[in-house]
Nanobody
Framework: QVQLVESGGGLVQAGGSLRLSCAAS????????MGWFRRAPGKERTFIAAIAWSGRSTYYVDSVKGRFTISRDNNKNTVYLEMNSPKPEDTAVYYCAASSAPFPVDRGEAYSLWGQGTQVTVSS
């Protein structure tokens, strides 16, 4: 069964840190680029970060560059999003996704597998 399961969300204070995880199963994880997206209340889902299958290339949206770090462990079939110095405007449901499209890929429609999401709330 193909599955992406996010974890690690919760309540965090602005300026703190939080690490999200996404465990993959049912497919060859190392064949796919992985991405993180988020949907803030009342807004569209937006791209945050992506990492190539090898882990050697990453790509970020400007609003999180320097604060968030995407990484992956192909031995554990897991992708991570380290959130440092989060801001209240980072409050959203965070989703991981897998894509077989050429890297970098920041379009949601290029991702074929999606997790259910994990809520992140940043308090001021």
């Amino acid at each position: 069964q193909v599955q992406l399961v996010e974890s690690g969300g919760g309540l965090v204070q602005a300026g703190g840190s939080l690490r999200l995880s996404c465990a993959a199963s049912g497919f060859t994880f190392s064949d796919y680029a992985m991405g993180w997206f988020r949907r803030a209340p009342g807004k569209e889902r937006t791209f945050i970060a992506a990492i190539a299958w090898s882990g050697r290339s990453t790509y970020y949206v400007d609003s999180v560059k320097g604060r968030f770090t995407i990484s992956r462990d192909n031995n554990k079939n897991t992708v991570y999003l380290e959130m440092n110095s989060p801001k209240p405007e980072d409050t959203a449901v965070y989703y991981c996704a897998a894509s077989s499209a050429p890297f970098p890929v920041d379009r949601g429609e290029a991702y074929s597998l999606w997790g259910q999401g994990t809520q992140v709330t940043v308090s001021s």
